[in-house]
């Protein structure tokens, strides 16, 4: 065993990874892979609900389907949730594919908008109001689970838009500095400094990420200094440098963020009322588009997010779809040196002892593998003497 210090922590501990599992099967069990998919706000019948679909256009499906107005969908960064705003008064979260869908907060007036993920899907920010007084603005976070609410930085005038970086360290904040005029900041957490990286006087722009923070893509209206007369679609550095202008469609583009393909090799964002432009990041044009083909939809376009979804936990080894104590085991085992079979297979499996099945790696006798056998058994693997309770499987036995 590598550490022992390590190995007794950990076990008691539900959730330890939360990446995507590159793997598509692990002991002989076929596991559902991550798919990609666009989610946005859409109007394919009375209200505004969220739609997603396949980046190719295929599989539309409707996940919420009622007379209020839903927008701002954005994928968690294990792709196991979406979160989203209803009515700009509430905050959703939902499965990819629309069940469980669950309100948060739902004793507190905020205002919330524009919700994102932090890289670790540990917490949720957001615009919101001061729920002590409405007429303060800003940005507030609360924990994955709904808990936590805080208020973190207050900003006047209201910002529009918002997206965490995916170093964790900056934050995108579209804020209207003029009647018509929405600017792209992005705000250092650590120095606490807000700067204006586009810095228009007249024109509109709403930004997201690159997967590697590297880059902003943005649709905003065209400088004077530029040849084109119709919005379209930009891409710059962190810091405003080398705008650069992407693809603009014939017709313009809404008032809606981009999003980025996951391997940053594509952008796609709405370029009129009912198409979904996909180009690329590099500048060669044009991609490929899709239309009402999947739903004749008003303002179709605005808030899209490209991600990955679905998809079995990286350390899920009992294909749970969540991290569970039996999972910490078996990870921390073949990560202490056994082979991956007797780590992943054998803890849990019944057995016979004089004539009762048992599971074994149930060290209390209680019918199922607790933290507490974890305990033991890792305590076990790395050497220690551990008391037997009756009537048990010996310790190793199955091992040799």
């Not at 022992?4 to 076990?11: E, I, Q």
């Not at 598509?24 to 892979?33: D, F, I, K, N, R």
């Not at 810091?239 to 008032?255: P, Q, V």
């Not at 933290?371 to 220690?384: E, F, I, N």
Request: aromatic share 8%; proline share 7%.
């Amino acid at each position: 065993m590598r550490a022992l210090s390590r190995t007794l922590a950990l076990p008691l501990i539900a959730a330890v990874v939360v990446l995507l599992a590159p793997a598509s099967s692990h002991a002989g069990v076929e596991l559902p892979q991550p798919v990609e998919r666009i989610v946005y706000h859409c109007s394919p019948g009375p209200g505004f609900d969220i739609c997603a679909v396949n980046p190719g256009g295929t599989d539309w499906v409707q996940l919420t389907d009622d007379s209020t107005e839903d927008s701002a969908p954005e994928i968690s960064p294990d792709g196991q949730k979406i979160v989203w705003e209803r009515n700009a008064l509430e905050l959703w979260m939902m499965n990819p594919d629309g069940s469980g869908k669950q309100r948060l907060l739902p004793n507190l007036i905020f205002n919330p908008d524009s919700p994102t993920w932090s890289p670790d899907g540990k917490q949720i920010a957001f615009i919101c109001n001061d729920p002590d007084s409405l007429n303060t603005d800003g940005i507030c976070t609360i924990n994955s689970n709904g808990s936590g609410f805080e208020m973190i930085k207050e900003i006047e005038p209201r910002p529009e838009s918002l997206e965490w970086s995916p170093d964790g360290r900056y934050m995108l904040v579209g804020i209207g500095t003029v009647s018509i005029n929405e600017d792209i900041f992005v705000w250092d957490m650590q120095a606490d400094q807000l700067t204006n990286v586009t810095n228009t006087d007249t024109e509109w722009e709403h930004g997201t990420w690159s997967p590697t923070g590297e880059q902003i893509a943005f649709v905003g209206t065209p400088l004077e200094s530029e040849p084109v007369s119709l919005s379209g679609l930009y891409v710059m550095n962190r810091d405003g440098s080398e705008r650069e202008n992407l693809y603009t469609s014939n017709s313009g583009a809404t008032a809606t963020s981009p999003a980025w393909a996951p391997d940053g090799e594509d952008i796609a964002y709405f370029c009129n009322f009912t198409e979904l432009c996909v180009v690329h990041a590099d500048g060669s044009g044009l991609n490929f588009s899709l239309n009402e083909d999947f739903a004749d939809q008003w303002a179709l376009g605005n808030d899209p997010d490209w991600s990955l979804v679905g998809g079995t936990l990286a350390g899920d080894l009992d294909c749970t779809n969540g991290l569970s104590p039996i999972d910490s085991l078996k990870l921390l085992r073949y990560d202490g040196g056994l082979d991956y079979e007797t780590a992943c297979v054998e803890i849990g499996m019944e057995v016979m002892v004089d004539g009762v099945t048992l599971l074994w790696g149930d060290i209390d006798c209680n019918g199922e593998v607790t933290p507490v056998d974890s305990l033991k058994l890792l305590r076990h693997d790395a050497g220690l003497d551990v008391a037997q309770e009756p009537d048990c499987p010996p310790l190793g036995s199955l091992l040799a």
